[in-house]
């Protein structure tokens, strides 16, 4: 009879700081990401009922570069959504690349790479843009470029430090900090686009303060990133046997299944999901600031802290899934497909009754803005968190890492051109313009939540497997023990 080691405190472990690395990481990329919505309104000329907060002061970029204070930039509604989106085409072109690297090399190189690119070329975007529109457009698509790198090892990490009792808390708690990040940078950047301290201050700062504060990270990632427990120097030994009776071990095909994969209805049905999500929270990050302001006469300085609201919300129905679901799903004795489906059918449903509000509601106030928001984030979260996200590591534990740049992939390339499909339908920010934006994401939420109903799953997929090895405890969760130490040898995570 094989003893089985006690689980050790969470509070204070490795897997907690693996943990807290890729809730940074979130952090940071959020911040880095999402302020763009509100510089653009600090940045762009008013045009028809298109606002803008004058402010005389400015910040030093280059010295050969004529300065431009708020609302100086002539960009039209088109040039405005193709430079929300620049960011996301470059992200989509390295979710594979970083999904292949951290599945054959390990995730700390690409995580780490993602890191230091992000923060360099989200600091020079202010000076690009003051040199040239196409300029500032290229400089987002190296930044996205760099930060798709990150979306294959965010999974990679977990594959090795999750055991199935404490996925969903630590799954949950880690990609919290996007809606953290959101929670921060949307209040900052509208205190920021109005600041004006002896002259120093306006919309650049928007760009330089977050990633300023995105540096201090960095330390941290030194500190505790390591790609599996054989290479971190400060696990204990309870730790470290308690991981490898609880995170399951099973043999990869010596063939990555592409066509198996491809052809998975389960892990189709996780990509549709993915992919309607990311065009619904695209369409509330970079329009909705527009919505508050062109519909409702809100200033955008005003429209920073009521935007963050949906966003606190998010962060707490995150957690709270986190937390629950595990209780959930022992106090009803339902499998963990059906408990996902029911998650999933849930926040679909949340974010398809928020939005039709907004569209047959005669009379729009503030209120019911940000209420039907704070339903289509919050609520709508049981779907992402509670629902399909955390299944990638059911399905194929074994392709963790290549799968979720795959899937990040192509539900970024579906999602990405919302702004621009967007911005092409509102033209003159009338209300049927802004309601047939809405009526897309409606149709998705119903056809994703059908389909999803029928065809998605939170069970170990065969394809991902050649060979069947039952642990004590816990289910198929990685390979990387079988590989770790040779992988220590070969790839070691002191690299940096």
């Not at 907004?358 to 289509?376: G, P, Q, R, W, Y």
Request: glycine letters at 6%; one cysteine or more; hydrophobic letters at 50%.
């Amino acid at each position: 009879m094989v003893h089985l080691a006690p689980k050790p405190k969470l509070w204070g472990s490795c897997r907690l700081s693996i943990a807290f690395c890729v809730f940074l990481a979130s952090v940071q990329m959020a911040m880095l990401r999402d302020n763009l919505g509100i510089a653009l309104l600090c940045m762009s000329k008013p045009v028809g009922n298109f606002m803008c907060e004058p402010n005389d002061a400015t910040v030093p970029t280059l010295p050969w570069v004529d300065q431009k204070k708020n609302c100086e930039f002539e960009w039209d509604s088109t040039t405005r959504g193709r430079i929300l989106g620049s960011f996301m085409y470059g992200y989509i072109s390295m979710t594979i690349v970083g999904g292949i690297i951290s599945n054959n090399y390990g995730a700390k190189l690409p995580f780490l790479i993602a890191v230091y690119g992000n923060i360099i070329f989200h600091m020079l975007c202010p000076s690009a843009a003051l040199i040239h529109t196409e300029l500032f457009f290229a400089c987002r698509f190296v930044q996205g470029m760099f930060v798709g790198l990150m979306a294959g090892p965010f999974f990679q990490l977990f594959s090795a430090w999750l055991s199935d009792d404490e996925a969903s808390i630590l799954l949950s708690f880690s990609f919290s900090g996007y809606a953290f990040g959101t929670i921060m940078i949307y209040p900052l950047s509208g205190l920021l686009c109005g600041s004006n301290v002896y002259g120093f201050g306006g919309w650049s700062l928007i760009f330089y303060v977050p990633a300023i504060v995105s540096i201090l990270f960095i330390f941290y990632f030194h500190r505790y990133l390591y790609d599996v427990p054989d290479n971190h120097p400060k696990i204990s030994p309870e730790e470290y046997a308690y991981l490898l009776q609880n995170v399951g071990i099973s043999e990869e095909p010596p063939v990555i299944p592409w066509f198996s994969i491809f052809t998975s209805l389960p892990f189709i049905a996780y990509m549709l999901c993915y992919s309607a999500f990311l065009w619904n929270v695209f369409t509330m990050m970079n329009l909705m600031p527009m919505y508050l302001q062109t519909m409702l006469g809100i200033k955008t300085s005003e429209s920073g802290y009521l935007y963050c609201i949906p966003f606190i919300l998010t962060f707490l129905t995150r957690n709270f899934n986190a937390i629950t679901y595990p209780i959930v799903k022992d106090f009803s004795g339902m499998s963990h497909t059906v408990c996902r489906k029911l998650y999933c059918c849930f926040g679909c449903l949340m974010v398809i009754i928020s939005l039709l509000s907004i569209i047959f509601e005669e009379h729009i106030t503030k209120l019911h803005i940000i209420v039907a928001m704070s339903i289509n984030l919050a609520l709508g979260d049981f779907a992402y968190s509670g629902g399909f996200f955390p299944t990638l590591l059911d399905l194929a534990p074994n392709y963790a890492g290549l799968l979720s740049g795959v899937s990040t992939f192509i539900a970024f390339l579906v999602a990405c051109p919302s702004t621009i499909v967007n911005s092409i339908i509102i033209k003159q920010n009338t209300r049927e313009e802004w309601n047939t934006v809405l009526w897309i994401i409606v149709a998705m939420f119903v056809f994703i939540m059908c389909f999803y109903i029928i065809f998605g799953s939170a069970s170990l997929q065969l394809w991902s497997i050649s060979k069947l090895e039952i642990p004590e405890r816990g289910t198929f969760r990685s390979t990387l023990y079988n590989a770790s130490r040779s992988m220590s040898v070969a790839r070691p995570t002191h690299i940096f």
